[in-house]
């Protein structure tokens, strides 16, 4: 299994977030010191960025690329490798910039008219995560050090961005 690795065009399952019942239990279990994000309101999304196009996958690997034509192409333009595998929530926004609730972005996989969908709502990626960067698998290696590489490895701007997050060693942080 260790042999197969992780490549651009083939989908990854997502690891997904254990609850448990309070913040001071999550503070405990990282050994006192963990990064807490904002829990965004949208669709997750695997992108997988190569050379010359962007195919983006949903939490269950379906193909989501046709419903955010235009995040796969700011996130290839964006992009300071040459291949990418990030991971991020696409959420509506309004035109101020404010974050519309997640049923907003559900009108992207319903609409047949996508160049006026993309118009109707507008959507912004919040990445979080970087799997893989120009052929080194990137899985294994501590959060912090994934981030710092995914913020540095794009240039952060208009419908991409970064989650916002902050490191907290205690419950009242």
Request: net charge negative.
């Amino acid at each position: 299994v260790r042999a197969i690795g992780v490549k651009v065009g083939s989908p990854v399952k997502v690891m997904l977030a254990e609850r448990l019942p309070s913040i001071a239990e999550v503070v405990e279990k990282m050994g006192g010191r963990c990064a807490m994000e904002y829990k965004y309101d949208g669709i997750r999304v695997q992108a997988h960025i190569g050379k010359d196009s962007v195919r983006l996958y949903s939490r269950r690997l379906e193909d989501l690329t046709s419903n955010f034509p235009d995040i796969a192409e700011s996130l290839r333009a964006r992009c300071r490798h040459g291949e990418a595998i990030i991971e991020g929530e696409c959420v509506a926004i309004d035109p101020t910039g404010f974050m519309l609730p997640f049923q907003n972005v559900t009108h992207r996989r319903k609409k047949h008219g996508m160049d006026e969908a993309v118009k109707e709502v507008p959507v912004r990626i919040f990445m979080f995560d970087m799997l893989f960067a120009d052929g080194e698998d990137w899985t294994s290696r501590p959060y912090l050090e994934r981030r710092e590489a995914l913020e540095s490895g794009f240039e952060i701007g208009d419908n991409v961005q970064m989650t916002t997050m902050r490191i907290v060693e205690s419950p009242e942080d």
